[in-house]
Nanobody, 115 residues
Framework: QVQLVESGGGLVQPGGSLRVSCAGS????????MGWYRQVPGKQRELVAT???????NYADFVKGRFTISRDNAKSTVYLQMNSLKPEDSATYYC?????????WGQGTQVTVSS
């Protein structure tokens, strides 16, 4: 059963912007702390940003000031706005709850930052 679906990835030049989306069940998106994670092949998945049901946010140091997480409860969707992208931001981006629920993983969305 698909729980979370990510979309919006693509190829962008360094310094560019991209917004990725995570759509899911209202029972998940509206209730839990939601997080964006990313993974590069051969490396561990890392937490990028989190947002509580009340809208409080937190960011990993490596994206602070560049990325913004938000949520639209009416659409049961969580967003990640990524600005000033760097090649090292290239990864597959996933959303999940915090803490992680293993059966909620979606297919992710690929973000590639390259000139």
């Amino acid at each position: 059963q698909v729980q979370l679906v990510e979309s919006g990835g693509g190829l962008v030049q360094p310094g560019g912007s991209l917004r990725v989306s995570c759509a899911g069940s209202a029972n998940i998106i509206r209730v839990f702390v939601m997080g964006w994670y990313r993974q590069v092949p051969g490396k561990q998945r890392e937490l990028v940003a989190t947002i509580t049901s009340g809208g409080s946010t937190n960011y990993a140091d490596f994206v602070k000031g560049r990325f913004t997480i938000s949520r639209d409860n009416a659409k049961s969707t969580v967003y990640l706005q990524m600005n000033s992208l760097k090649p090292e931001d290239s990864a597959t981006y996933y959303c999940n709850t915090v803490p992680i629920m293993p059966n909620y993983w979606g297919q992710g969305t690929q973000v590639t930052v390259s000139s």
